[in-house]
Structures are given as structure tokens and as C-alpha cells.
């Protein structure tokens, strides 16, 4: 098992920048296939973006695609998420998860994911 603690999050202006990051325990952190969510208020958990075990590939929803980069340090256990050029519109909870060898599949799915943290708000204002 793995347990995940986000943390970065915050009130920031519109076209600013913030940098999510994702603790993972444990010592197999390599072998998980790790992904961003997001839920804004009153609307669905919603996919952003994706990391492979080895941080080769990685896959974002059209909205962020240009804006947003995730990364991940196999050493430190941690996975980040670079977040640029922010909109109100990404105003949301982000969520980190983790999927043990990518079994759910690739881009990994809401559902089909094992592990999650708690989250952490980002709220971006206009």
C-alpha cells in the first residue's frame, strides 16, 4: 500500500503560478503509476494529469495541456505538479493517486485508481 499527502496549495491571482507536490510512503514509490484529480465545487472528480513509473510519459486534459506539468522524483517519493498561467476556472480541490504497476490503465481513470490523498484546495480568483 501507499498513503499520499498533498500539500502546496493556496488563494493565488489569475495568471499566477502554483507548485503542487505529493508525498508517497513507502518504498516502492517507482512502481505506481501516478495522476492528478481535480473537483470544483458542486461538479464531478475530474482527470488532469498523469505520470508512467519512470516519469517517461505523461498525459494531460486538453484544459491544462500547455499550462500544467507533472514530474516526479523517484528518489524522493514525491510527484509535482507546475502549474501556470491559472484560472479561475481551475479553482478546485487536487487531488494526487497512485495505481500500483498502471493496472487501471493509461491515462488512468477516476475509478480505477486504488490510492488517494486527501487534497488540497487551490482557489484562483480574477
Known amino acids: 500500500q501507499v498513503q499520499l499527502l498533498e500539500s502546496g496549495g493556496g488563494l493565488v491571482q489569475a495568471v499566477g503560478s502554483l507548485i503542487l507536490s505529493c508525498a508517497a510512503s513507502?518504498?516502492?514509490?517507482?512502481?505506481?503509476?501516478m495522476a492528478w484529480f481535480r473537483q470544483a465545487p458542486g461538479k464531478e472528480r475530474e482527470f488532469v494529469a498523469a505520470?508512467?513509473?519512470?516519469?517517461?510519459?505523461?498525459y494531460y486534459t486538453s484544459s491544462v495541456k500547455g499550462r500544467f506539468t507533472i514530474s516526479r522524483d523517484n528518489a524522493k517519493n514525491k510527484v509535482y505538479m507546475q502549474m501556470n498561467s491559472l484560472k479561475p476556472e481551475d479553482t478546485a480541490v487536487y487531488y494526487c493517486?497512485?495505481?500500483?504497476?498502471?493496472?487501471?490503465?493509461?491515462?488512468?481513470?477516476?475509478?480505477?485508481?486504488?490510492?488517494w490523498g486527501k487534497g488540497t484546495l487551490v482557489t484562483v480568483s480574477s
Open positions: 505520470i508512467s513509473r519512470s516519469g517517461g510519459y505523461t
Open positions: 513507502g518504498r516502492t514509490f517507482s512502481s505506481y503509476t
Open positions: 493517486a497512485a495505481d500500483y504497476l498502471g493496472i487501471s490503465g493509461w491515462p488512468p481513470r477516476d475509478n480505477g485508481m486504488p490510492y
